[in-house]
Structure formats: structure tokens, C-alpha cells
């Protein structure tokens, strides 16, 4: 079994920066990829942005240029750098990672979520 614990949520303003981190913990032989995915107020969850294990990326279009995802294998923890924040980027943030806990068998996890509210 794997917990995700994601902090580093807030308020900030238009064209500020925040610096979310996820953690993961619990039993597992590996975390393969990690990503972060958010839902805005009365939309459904959409994704932000993936990294594999091996660091190959993939971004929304509307956040590509702004956000950055990156991760620390030896931490187990998947970052997500925002920048340039937008009210538009208001939702709330999920982390979310597929893990090997046995062999053969690979579960997908998602953490509780945090919230990022961007004024104007």
C-alpha cells in the first residue's frame, strides 16, 4: 500500500509562484510514474502534468511554459513548480502515482489533494 502526502498549497497572487511537493510512503518495491492533476471549481479533474522514473515529461498545453515537474527517486517525492499562476490555475491539486508493490502487480494511488487559490 502507498499514501501520497502533497503540501506546499496556498493562496497567492496573479503572477506569483508556489512549489507543491508530493511524498510517497508506505510498502512498495518502486514508484514508476507520478503526476499532478487538478480540478477547478465545477469542472471535472483534469491532468497538469507525468514524469516516468526515468524523468521524460509530459504537460497540459495550458500550462506548458509556467509549470515544471520534477522528482527525487532517493525522496520518493514528485514536485510540481508553478510560476506565472493565473486565477484560471485555482483548483485543487492531486498527486497521483502508478507503484510496483509486489512483483507483477502495479496499483495506482492518489493523495488527498491541496489547494491552490490564485487572486487577481
Known amino acids: 500500500q502507498v499514501q501520497l502526502a502533497e503540501s506546499g498549497g496556498g493562496l497567492v497572487q496573479a503572477g506569483g509562484s508556489l512549489r507543491l511537493s508530493c511524498a510517497a510512503s508506505?510498502?512498495?518495491?518502486?514508484?514508476?510514474?507520478m503526476g499532478w492533476y487538478r480540478q477547478p471549481p465545477g469542472k471535472e479533474r483534469e491532468l497538469v502534468a507525468t514524469i516516468t522514473r526515468g524523468g521524460s515529461t509530459n504537460y497540459a498545453d495550458s500550462v506548458k511554459g509556467r509549470f515544471t515537474i520534477s522528482r527525487d527517486n532517493a525522496k520518493n517525492t514528485v514536485y510540481l513548480q508553478m510560476s506565472s499562476l493565473k486565477p484560471g490555475d485555482t483548483a485543487v491539486y492531486s498527486c497521483?502515482?502508478?507503484?510496483?508493490?509486489?512483483?507483477?502487480?502495479?496499483?495506482?494511488?492518489w493523495g488527498k489533494g491541496t489547494l491552490v487559490t490564485v487572486s487577481s
Open positions: 497521483n502515482t502508478v507503484a510496483l508493490i509486489r512483483p507483477w502487480i502495479a496499483e495506482t494511488y
Open positions: 508506505g510498502t512498495f518495491l518502486s514508484i514508476n510514474d
